[in-house]
């Protein structure tokens, strides 16, 4: 049973993506080939933006998620977070390793999921604002 197979996997910021995978196939040589075959399935939601086939001034000149999400859908943003980029996300996590006050630990914890919530919600969002524009053209 190949539990592998399926349909595409839909990213943000393919080369960011791809790049994890192929430090955890040198970690974890065991799941090698798994990963190599997730490699293989990747979608890019960024591409349409990084080749400017939609474009919006909103944008303001970025196709990074951080510009996209809020010109597409004015309600979301990472602006007022905490944690509200990658950068801060990954250094939190690794500063959680050192922690040792219990409520600091809450926080961050909370300030993390918060952060990965919107992210997910925003590769959500943004497919399904390019479906829409999909859907038009086809009619």
């Known amino acids: 049973m ?12 393919q080369a960011f993506e791809i790049t994890r995978l192929k430090e955890l196939a040198w ?7 798994d990963l190599n075959k997730i490699k293989n399935r990747i979608a890019d939601l960024m591409e349409p ?8 001034p909103d944008m303001q ?12 859908v004015p309600a979301l943003s990472y602006k007022e977070m905490e944690i509200g980029d990658g950068s801060a996300a990954s250094s939190a996590f690794e500063n959680l390793y ?7 630990i809450k926080s961050v914890r909370e300030n993390l999921l918060r952060y990965c919530s919107l992210d997910t919600l ?5 497919f399904k604002f390019l479906s829409s524009l999909t859907i038009e053209e086809e009619e």
Not at 2 to 13: A, H, M, P, T
Not at 98 to 104: I, N, R, S
Request: proline share 4%.
């Open 2 to 13: 190949n539990r592998l197979k399926g349909g595409v996997i839909l990213v943000y910021n």
């Open 27 to 33: 970690d974890f040589h065991l799941y090698e080939q």
């Open 49 to 56: 933006f990084r080749k400017k086939y939609y474009y919006t």
């Open 61 to 72: 000149g970025s196709y990074s998620i951080k510009s996209v999400l809020p010109a597409l």
């Open 98 to 104: 050192y922690e040792t006050d219990p409520a600091k």
């Open 122 to 126: 925003a590769m959500v969002e943004v």
